[in-house]
């Protein structure tokens, strides 16, 4: 009787860190930025088109989550390890908008706020040029001097 009940506690426990792997896996939130910035890479610039329109998910129907124009960056929710996204690109001041193209990009598991390089991501480079990872800047405020004046407030009598 105590062999078969540990051996559904272990069961058990072992169904749990198997939901919690699975779980760790597709459930992780990722905060996405998209740039549309020129990017250099092995001595080529890559210039960033005047506006891109950004759709997440399969369509281009819905509201955009963000018009990208030249140097600006955009950020999305999302949950899971890949994003796809639907773009529609209009690559000069005036010109014509291309018809629009999805594309799923991976998102990699151990990096928390992954940024995208639209230009560099466009002309087929490798990961390590058209993604790089979030570091938020951090500025240290100037400590307030608290003046303690013991004459309570009564001045130079």
Do not use: W
């Not at 124009?69 to 999305?76: P, Q, V």
């Not at 994003?83 to 209009?90: E, G, K, P, S, Y």
């Not at 991501?121 to 400590?143: N, R």
């Amino acid at each position: 009787m105590k062999s078969r009940r540990l051996i559904f506690q272990l069961a058990l426990l072992l169904i749990l860190v198997a939901i919690c792997a699975v779980m760790m896996v597709i459930g992780r939130g990722h905060t996405v930025y998209f740039d549309n910035k020129a990017v250099e890479y092995q001595g080529t610039t890559y210039e960033a088109p005047y506006k891109i329109e950004i759709h997440v998910g399969n369509n281009a129907d819905g509201d955009a989550l963000s018009k990208l124009y030249d140097n600006e960056r955009a950020s999305a929710d999302q949950i899971g390890q890949k994003i796809t996204v639907t773009l529609i690109i209009t690559q000069e001041k005036g010109g014509d908008e291309q018809p629009p193209v999805t594309y799923t990009i991976p998102l990699p598991y151990g990096m928390d706020g992954p940024i995208i390089n639209l230009p560099a991501y466009l002309a087929g480079l490798p990961e390590e040029a058209y993604l790089s990872e979030f570091i938020p800047v951090i500025t240290e405020e100037p400590e307030e001097t608290v003046v303690i004046d013991d004459g309570m407030g009564l001045g130079d009598f």
